[in-house]
Nanobody
Framework: VQLQASGGGLVQPGGSLSLSCVASGGTFSNAAIGWFRQAPGKEREVVAS????????YYAVFVKGRSTISRDIAKNTVYLQMTSLQSEDTAVYYCAARVSPVTTSWFAYKNQDDYDTWGQGTLVTVSS
């Protein structure tokens, strides 16, 4: 499976954006999905994740209430929608998938080491 993230760009403070991650050579239907970000000079951190079953989601504290992770199986695409963006949200955003057959279907994985497939990242810059 290969992942291609897109949707990044320049956003004004208070604005919104929607990131997409398309899978090729495979499907998201049997994968746990995560969105991570890495700001300049900082370590990569989880933003949101969803379980393989889609029943469980996890949101980091800093995006809780203003972010939604979702997937469209038919389009083989995962989305991350974010609102009320601030300068602290400036980062490269990555989508990741856990396609390992050893995956708990209901668990939303939070650690980057839990994921075995990564997209190339898309840059989000929040600035006026």
């Amino acid at each position: 499976v290969q992942l291609q993230a897109s949707g990044g760009g320049l956003v004004q403070p208070g604005g919104s954006l929607s990131l997409s991650c398309v899978a090729s050579g495979g499907t998201f239907s049997n994968a746990a999905i995560g969105w991570f970000r890495q700001a300049p000079g900082k370590e990569r951190e989880v933003v949101a994740s969803t379980s393989r079953s889609g029943d469980t989601t996890y949101y980091a504290v800093f995006v809780k209430g203003r972010s939604t992770i979702s997937r469209d199986i038919a389009k083989n695409t995962v989305y991350l929608q974010m609102t009320s963006l601030q300068s602290e949200d400036t980062a490269v955003y990555y989508c990741a998938a856990r396609v390992s057959p050893v995956t708990t279907s209901w668990f939303a994985y939070k650690n980057q080491d839990d994921y075995d497939t990564w997209g190339q990242g898309t840059l989000v810059t929040v600035s006026s």
